[in-house]
């Protein structure tokens, strides 16, 4: 989904809506940061629907530096690509598809390993 400026609330709430809601599949984890229209009661409900068994979380800082890694990826791809008007950014959608799932496994390991680590201290 393209827009024009800045994604506010009902930008965010109408994605989540249309286009985030329909694609989620059972055991499929969403992970948003403390962006303001990711905050959004409303929207949040949207999400906590019963549906195929999604669920969502907010992500630690740990977590966070994750994510931006993921980012810097996309943001290197679109650099290259020079995508720097809306159509560019939408001829460049590939810079999406440079995440791959190893690279999720590879940035999400540690997070894993840690709550594991976390949990079995906490059980003895």
Known sequence: MTIEGATDVEVFRAYVRRVLCPTLHKGDVLIMDNL????????????RRPGPGSSFCRPTPRTSIRLRKCGAKVKACLRSAQ?????????????????????AM????????QFYLKRSSQKH
């Not at 159509?87 to 440079?98: G, V």
């Not at 590879?106 to 390993?113: G, M, S």
Request: aromatic fraction near 10%; glycine fraction near 0%.
């Open 106 to 113: 590879n940035w999400f390991a540690y997070v894993r390993i």
């Open 36 to 47: 303001s229209p990711h905050k959004s009661h409303p929207t949040l409900s949207l999400l």
């Open 83 to 103: 995508a720097r008007t809306q159509p560019a950014l939408i001829q460049a959608r590939f810079a999406l598809a440079s995440v791959t799932r190893q690279d």
